[in-house]
């Protein structure tokens, strides 16, 4: 991770000092070879709300001569396996539907100007609970699902950086497409398959890339379309794009892996079309 000069770690001085909500000084230093206490974080948590469209902030005292933090956020999946995050390495993260059903923690190492460095901190966002959607958007999501389409208004970039085209996408049970609203064409029509990925960007952004069954990346963006149109709501759309076509994508996947299974069973040859 990238290190970091961070204006919510604030320099803890006094050992008598109160540090954060109900924390207290930390009484176990660590110490290096030298007998010198290493550089430290106390009281290290998360504020924010750990939902989808909300901001978080890791934040702490520093001790012990700390000058700067290597932060990184990182996921922990159902099979426990740990993915640091791309990117996500400031004290500030926006979650997004990327981190739905996960468990979402944050990585601190202290450092001092001499290069010395402390003990890792970590600390994980919603008490340590996968992160879940708010009822609204689960149930906006639920509806889309039941239905088994959902058409969402969106910007597809064409050719050029500028060149942002107004576009649906729709969403269907066993595949999408993407039509281009001004030229009544379709861009893109084909079933969800294991090669075909949707991807947030790191930050506050409205946008989002769907790389097809070919590794064709196509940037998309929510910005301007909600009514009201405001970034939160813009964000919101975004994400529950998103959350849909994964839901319509996974359920394709685990009918894939009991055709499998069967398939294997009964030694006869299997394909995902």
């Given at each position: ?6 204006t ?8 008598t ?6 924390d ?8 290096s ?13 998360i ?6 469209g909300s901001t ?7 001790i ?7 932060i990184?956020?990182?996921?922990y999946?159902?099979?426990g ?7 996500a390495?400031?004290s ?17 190492t202290?450092?001092d100007d001499n ?8 600390e994980?966002?919603?008490?340590a ?10 149930n906006d ?10 058409d969402?208004?969106v ?5 050029s950086?500028?060149?942002w085209?107004h ?7 066993t ?5 281009l ?7 893109i ?6 090669n075909?990925q949707?991807?947030i ?6 946008q ?7 590794g064709v990346?196509?940037?998309?963006n929510?910005?301007?379309?909600t ?6 709501n813009?964000i ?8 849909v076509?994964r ?12 055709r ?8 006869v040859?299997?394909s995902?079309?």
């Amino acid at each position: 991770a990238t290190i970091i000069h961070s204006t919510c770690f604030e320099e803890n001085a006094s050992p008598t000092k109160a540090v954060l909500d109900g924390d207290s000084p930390n009484d176990n230093q660590e110490y290096s070879a030298d007998g010198n206490s290493l550089p430290g974080v106390e009281g290290f948590q998360i504020s924010g709300d750990p939902k989808p469209g909300s901001t978080l902030r890791a934040c702490g005292f520093s001790i012990n001569g700390t000058t700067v933090c290597h932060i990184q956020w990182v996921h922990y999946l159902k099979d426990g396996t740990r993915h640091s995050i791309e990117g996500a390495t400031t004290s500030d993260y926006v979650v997004t539907a990327d981190d739905v059903d996960t468990l979402l923690a944050v990585d601190c190492t202290p450092m001092d100007d001499n290069g010395r460095q402390g003990n890792l901190v970590m600390e994980f966002a919603n008490n340590a609970n996968k992160i879940t959607c708010d009822p609204e958007l689960q149930n906006d999501v639920n509806i889309c699902i039941s239905r088994g389409r959902a058409d969402f208004d969106v910007f597809v970039l064409m050719y050029s950086p500028e060149e942002w085209e107004h576009a649906t996408l729709v969403l269907r049970r066993t595949g999408y497409q993407v039509n281009l609203s001004r030229k009544d064409e379709i861009l893109i029509d084909e079933k969800y398959s294991p090669n075909v990925q949707i991807k947030i960007p790191i930050g506050r952004t409205t946008q989002f890339i769907l790389v097809s069954s070919r590794g064709v990346n196509l940037p998309f963006n929510t910005q301007g379309i909600t009514e009201p149109s405001t970034e939160d709501n813009d964000i919101r759309l975004r994400d529950l794009t998103v959350l849909v076509f994964r839901a319509f994508q996974n359920k394709v996947y685990l009918t894939f892996c009991v055709r499998y299974m069967v398939c294997v069973k009964l030694s006869v040859p299997f394909s995902f079309l």
